[in-house]
């Protein structure tokens, strides 16, 4: 499922917001590890901080 062309796009879009709730969501419902879930939300939630755009923030 997590093939090469998607991981690859991944990590060249890491620092979005939304890319970050999509890790969140596949770490929990895909990979099923809570911890790294977590990880992701706390990653997103730092970023939120700083992040300008806050509508890409709402979405």
Do not use: C, G, H
């Not at 062309?5 to 929990?28: D, Q």
Request: charged share 35%; net charge positive.
């Amino acid at each position: 499922m997590y093939e090469y062309e998607m991981k690859k796009y991944i990590n060249a879009t890491a620092s979005w917001p939304s890319r970050k709730r999509l890790m969140f969501a596949y770490e929990l419902l895909v990979e099923k590890n809570s911890e790294k879930a977590q990880k992701e939300l706390a990653q997103f939630e730092k970023l939120k901080k700083t992040y300008p755009y806050q509508a890409d923030l709402e979405r």
